[in-house]
């Protein structure tokens, strides 16, 4: 890497932890997708760790759970149309990616999702196999990574 573009991925991450820039000023973020297995997908996302937010049912026809992680603005919500809506899943490069800090934690985790039936399977990307992480489909075919660093 150049001097320059090692300098660029300094400041980037310099940046990541001033917060958002003042002309998008986001309060929290949510990541919103629908599904046929809403309690299977409970059931996934609290066993890799995350607890339950809140919930809704028969709003206009949708159940909906969000689930995060206390005292954070970053949330997963998962809804369910009374008629059915999701689709297939996507390819196995659509990752949602946790980034877990050691590999004794990756290691828990992955016992955990282990024991409710969820097994590891190949990383599509190689980078993932070569940072050690251990990538597990949900309920719904959606891979999640789970890392052992820390991240960025």
């Known amino acids: 890497?150049?001097?320059?573009?090692?300098?660029?991925?300094?400041?980037a991450q310099d940046d990541s932890t001033q917060g958002w820039p003042e002309h998008l000023p986001v309060t929290q973020v949510?990541?919103?997708?629908?599904?046929?297995?809403?309690?299977?997908l409970v059931a996934?996302?609290?066993?890799?760790g995350l607890t339950t937010l809140g919930e809704f049912h028969d709003h206009d026809g949708y159940d909906g759970v969000f689930l995060g992680l206390p005292g954070t603005g970053h949330h997963l919500e998962f809804i369910h149309h009374r008629d059915?809506?999701?689709g297939a899943a996507p390819?196995?490069?659509?990752?949602?990616v946790f980034y877990l800090g050691s590999a004794e934690a990756v290691a828990a985790t992955t016992e955990r999702l282990a024991a409710l039936g969820h097994a590891a399977v190949d990383a599509e990307n190689p980078?993932?196999?070569?940072?050690?992480a251990v990538?597990?489909?949900d309920p719904d075919g959606w891979r999640v990574v789970l890392v052992p660093n820390a991240g960025i």
């Open 1 to 11: 890497m150049s001097e320059h573009n090692a300098s660029e991925q300094r400041s």
């Open 91 to 96: 390819s196995a490069e659509h990752l949602l």
């Open 135 to 137: 990538t597990i489909p």
């Open 44 to 48: 996934f996302y609290t066993a890799l």
């Open 84 to 86: 059915g809506s999701p």
């Open 30 to 40: 949510r990541i919103a997708r629908p599904t046929d297995r809403l309690d299977a």
């Open 127 to 132: 980078y993932w196999r070569n940072a050690g």
